[in-house]
């Protein structure tokens, strides 16, 4: 049968709902899923390994692979795929993934399809599409000298992994990485936010240069905390420093595809465009009817942000209190 | 130190992407070019560490692409301040791994080499690979997705900050020679001054073919096809009414009819 590689990402003990989505996928195919999960607390997922379908899991919970370090991830991951030869290999696109897995497919001789958004896998086969242009166009990739395909999912775009308890994963420890690195962790600095990350929210709140100024923002915090939404921006407003740069959506900035994206006082340029509008609903609130943000939107209100948000958060929170 | 940048010729961000009729990739004949967003700030990092060092350190930009129109990435560099320029030249487009190991042979051949910067990514096939690869052929560490930049005092090793998801920071320390993708928020690009525009026209633009770099043909890993626009939007609606009939009336139909919410 079939070998899938999964590397799972884990917080707190628990698999990373980008990773679990991986591991469904895998599942369904009918393959034979292994997975990798690296750093203290790897060792006590098996079950939670087990219950998403794999049969074995490769585990390292050595403190030196605590955070992440390209140059030891890179020795396991490496390692491991050359020493199990899967047909496929597959990792959520999280910031540690795409700094590490470009890297792995060049030591392996392999090719990685990176941001991907779709996924069929067929035996040992399995095929992808992927965005280009940030959303202009999309693609199939086509893998050519690659005895395993790396494949790079955008987290939510296979959709919930379903759980089978009661069986457990077998764990193969792996020996600890090199120490003689010449990267070194100094420090991991965590957010202060509470809130997903633009790239996985849900549901997004955006603010242009319609919102006047930086003080302004509040508006969109406040009806962001009664969706439990993520506040973003245009780079207009990045650029004007009003946001920090994390914020901005579109081809500089982040591609989303929440299920929802307010848009506030944002004219719709091609470039904000390209980051938002694969976005399933789109609401666009601006108060020139012309703007271009108007043509991607499902729903628009023409008319003063200023006027309709305030009311728009006390709407919502009459029906989700 | 040679300060090493490689950057990109990306499609201009206004630029309406159409696809080829038998879908196998995008037209490019109406194509207006631009340096890589992403590349600009590498250029400007790489600028800056030369002025730091103040030792004779230069900055050599390299790009991959058809000499014909790839050169002028080159010239911008220049005109920002790069001291040096080399094309690769080829017609293909050739993916991720296949670029980074040619923009790697040409580096190798570049004496006292110490930091490569890239842009994180290119706009273009948005892989945000090359980079990393780079770092695995030259056997150097790496670390992409910077905003933040300082060499050691000694000069032997720098620190950087990456950012990572949900406004978190990893702080790194890389030894050096090492290859640096830069991130948005890492520096202000410098425009290119009307002097500097006038001397990067004069300057040579060092040239070697893609094939003399010994790249075999088995380092092409990826290609597309089946190219497609995404699906239209359905039709947008407008809603009318007062503002508070017009901010009900949004909620209902986001809670009943898109079901959203
Ligand atoms: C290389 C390059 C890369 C770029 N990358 C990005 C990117 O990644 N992301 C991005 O967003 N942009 C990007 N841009 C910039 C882009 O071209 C636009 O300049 C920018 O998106 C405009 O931001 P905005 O919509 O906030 O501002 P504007 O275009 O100024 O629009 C403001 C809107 O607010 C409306 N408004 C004003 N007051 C109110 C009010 N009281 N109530 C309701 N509506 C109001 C106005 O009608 C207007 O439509 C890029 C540009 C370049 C050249």
């Known amino acids: ?113 990176s941001d991907c958004t779709s996924l069929t896998i067929t035996g040992s086969n399995a095929t992808a599409r992927r965005p280009m242009y940030a959303g202009k166009v999309s693609a199939e990739v086509v893998f050519s000298n690659s005895s ?69 923002f509040k508006i969109l915090d406040e009806l962001a905390s009664v969706l439990g939404a993520t506040v973003g921006a245009s780079r207009a407003v990045v650029d004007a420093g009003w946001v920090p740069h994390d914020m901005q959506v579109g081809q500089t900035g982040k591609t989303v595809s929440p299920t929802l994206y307010i848009a506030c006082g944002i004219s719709g340029a091609i470039q904000h465009l390209a980051g938002m509008s694969s976005s399933k609903v789109i609401v666009a609130i601006n108060k020139d009817k012309d703007a271009p943000i108007f043509q991607k939107a499902t729903y628009g209100i023409v008319g003063d942000l200023f006027e309709v948000v305030p009311l728009l958060t006390a709407e919502f929170k009459k029906i989700l209190k | 130190m ?16 159409r696809v080829k009729a038998d879908g196998s990739g995008i037209e490019t004949t109406d194509i207006k070019w631009i340096m890589n967003p992403y590349d600009e700030f590498a250029v400007e990092e790489a600028l800056k560490l030369r002025d730091k060092m103040a030792d004779g350190s230069q900055v050599t930009a390299i790009t991959v692409g058809p000499k014909t129109r790839a050169t002028e990435v080159l010239r911008t560099a220049l005109a920002m301040g790069a001291d ?73 090793a720098v620190t950087l900050e990456r950012e990572v998801e949900g406004g978190s920071k990893e702080v790194i320390e890389l030894k050096l020679p090492s290859v640096v993708g830069a991130n948005k928020g890492l520096n202000s690009p410098r425009y290119a001054s009307l002097p500097g525009i006038m001397k990067a026209k004069k300057k040579e633009i060092k040239e070697y073919e893609f094939s003399s770099l010994g790249v075999a043909a088995t380092e092409a890993k990826i290609s597309y096809k089946g190219f497609q626009l995404p699906p239209a939007r359905p039709a947008s609606k407008l809603i009318d009414g007062d503002v508070a009939t017009q901010s009900a009336t949004l909620v209902k139909l986001l809670r009943e009819e898109a079901k959203v919410i």
Not at chain 1, 87 to 110: E, Q, Y
């Open chain 1, 1 to 113: 049968m079939e070998n899938i590689l999964v590397f799972v990402e884990h917080k707190a003990g628990k698999v990373k709902g980008s990773s679990s989505e991986l591991l469904g996928a895998a599942k369904k195919s009918g393959a034979t899923v292994h997975a990798m999960a690296l750093g203290p607390g790897a060792k006590s997922l098996a079950d939670e390994l087990g219950a998403l379908g794999a049969s074995v899991a490769y585990v390292c919970d050595s403190e030196n692979l605590k955070n992440y370090n390209p140059e030891a991830y890179l020795q396991m991951v490496s390692g491991v795929i050359k020493d199990k030869q899967p047909a496929i290999c597959l990792a959520a696109n999280t910031s540690l993934a795409k700094d590490l897995f470009p890297r792995v497919g060049a030591k392996v001789g392999c090719g990685v399809a």
């Open chain 1, 148 to 216: 395993t395909k790396i494949f790079l999912m955008r987290p939510n775009a296979l959709g919930p992994a379903t759980n089978s308890p009661g069986k457990k994963a077998d764990l193969v420890d792996l020996p600890a990485p090199s120490t003689d690195l010449k990267t070194l962790i100094k420090e991991v600095v965590t957010g202060t936010s509470s809130k997903l990350d633009l790239t996985e929210a849900n549901i997004i709140v955006s603010g242009g240069r319609g919102m006047k100024g930086p003080e302004n």
């Open chain 2, 2 to 17: 040679n300060i090493i940048v490689c950057i990109k010729q990306v499609p201009d961000t206004e630029s309406k992407i």
């Open chain 2, 84 to 156: 040096n320029a080399v094309v690769i030249n080829t017609a293909d487009n050739l993916d991720s791994n296949s670029t980074a190991a040619a923009l790697a042979g040409a580096i190798k051949k570049e004496s006292g080499y110490g930091v490569v910067f890239t842009g994180k990514q290119a706009i273009d096939d948005d892989c945000a690979q090359v980079s990393q690869i780079i770092a695995e052929y030259l056997g150097v560490p790496h670390s992409t997705v910077i905003i933040k930049f300082d060499l050691a005092a000694d000069k032997q």
